[in-house]
């Protein structure tokens, strides 16, 4: 639409003052034409029109105090590091393994990645077994064990009457998000 060719004069007639006085006058006769029944249901609607805008108003100054405040206490958070477990190089492992088979030889002691299984054929051993555990358990440098499979007598299968399957790990601290 072009303003050069827009009809300035249309507009004018609803800004004269002419207009102000047709619209009081239309606003006086109102109740002689629409009936009060009319008047009464507009009041109602344009009240609870207000009422509405009145509760939007205030919920929206609760949401903003509650954003703020949330956004206050995200700041008061804070950054804690993130601990993970790191798998244990095979080969400290297997040198691991290599020494404790010269100290235990009642056991039989395996790796397997960074699991170290012991197991004995009789519970006899299980002293043997116990000491060869808590070997494990303080093991090596910065060593985090955890104890995947324990087993002793009849709960173990017919081959070995004590097995403990040790997973190593090491723990890493890395930095928060």
């Not at 405040?69 to 492992?93: F, H, M, R």
């Not at 494990?136 to 324990?150: D, F, I, P, T």
Request: aromatic fraction near 8%; proline fraction near 2%.
């Amino acid at each position: 639409m072009d303003f050069k060719s827009f009809d300035w004069k249309y507009i004018q007639k609803y800004t004269s003052s002419k207009a102000t006085g047709d619209l009081n006058k239309f606003l006086e006769g109102l109740p002689q034409h629409a009936g009060q029944t009319v008047l009464i249901a507009a009041a109602i609607a344009w009240g609870t029109a207000a009422a509405l805008g009145l509760f939007t108003a205030i919920q929206t100054q609760q949401m903003i105090k509650l954003r703020a405040d949330l956004k206050a206490t995200e700041a008061l958070k804070p950054s804690v590091p993130k601990i993970k477990n790191v798998g244990i190089d095979k080969k400290n492992v297997e040198q691991f393994v290599s020494k404790a088979k010269e100290s235990y030889k009642g056991l039989d002691i395996r790796a397997n990645a960074s699991t170290i299984v012991i197991t004995g054929r009789s519970t006899s051993n299980f002293t043997e077994f116990r000491e060869a555990v808590g070997h494990v358990q303080n093991g090596g440098n910065g060593w985090r064990v955890s104890l995947e499979k324990l087993c002793v007598g009849r709960e173990c299968d017919k081959q070995y009457k004590v097995a403990a399957s040790l997973k190593v790990n090491k723990v890493s601290v890395e930095k928060a998000d």
